[in-house]
């Protein structure tokens, strides 16, 4: 017996096969995602009521930022900077295309998605160094950095809500839940 194709099985059976899928993001780049979001509104949530319990989530949030910076280099290819931040001239290109719903699909992380990944981490980066600051001799008690961290964190929450917003055009522009993808790792063919 020979194999069908999909539109044989679909005429012979009446029934319509799964679409494949392909493997794209790892667990580590999966468990890193959820886990970095979880220790954010932890600490978020715990913010000057509980001061040691949010010192440790920063430093927490800290290390695994780390330890995805360390994956971008020597993870799987779709973990790897390399292969999914793109020139500004691409980004921009790629940014008009999702303007006017062309933008061509892509199975790991698209220019944009990059640059917010990059912008992300910068801003946690700003985030955790005044968070630290905080806590040195220098600068402890400091009301104008305590407003600066602050400031930072929400900057950091308007950068994941438009990382959200990103994450539903581009599902919608794809008709692909993302959101699904970076649950199994896995993406339509």
């Known amino acids: 017996m020979t ?19 392909v493997k794209v993001w790892d667990p580590f780049v999966r468990v890193f995602h959820w886990t970095l979001i979880a220790l954010i509104l932890a600490a978020f949530a715990t913010g000057e009521d509980a001061e040691q319990k949010h010192v440790m989530l920063g430093y927490a949030i800290v290390v695994i ?26 980004t921009l290109r790629y940014l008009r295309e999702t303007i006017t719903m062309r933008a061509p699909r892509t199975f790991g992380h698209n220019p944009l998605g990059a640059m917010m990944i990059l912008a992300l981490i910068a801003a946690i980066g700003v985030v955790s ?18 407003e600066i961290h602050e400031a930072s964190v929400y900057g950091l929450f308007a950068l994941v809500a438009a990382h959200v917003a990103g994450v539903v055009w581009t599902s919608l522009e794809q008709r692909e839940n993302l959101v699904l993808a970076m ?6 063919a």
């Open 65 to 90: 930022v780390g330890l995805r910076l360390a994956w971008g280099f020597v993870g799987p290819k779709p973990a790897r900077f390399a292969s999914f931040v793109k020139s500004p001239a691409e």
């Open 129 to 146: 160094w005044t968070g630290y600051l905080l806590t040195t001799d220098a600068w402890w008690g400091s009301e104008q950095l305590k």
């Open 3 to 21: 194999e069908m194709s999909g539109a044989q099985a679909i005429a012979e059976t009446g029934r319509a096969q799964p679409p494949a899928t």
């Open 183 to 188: 649950v199994t790792g896995r993406k339509r």
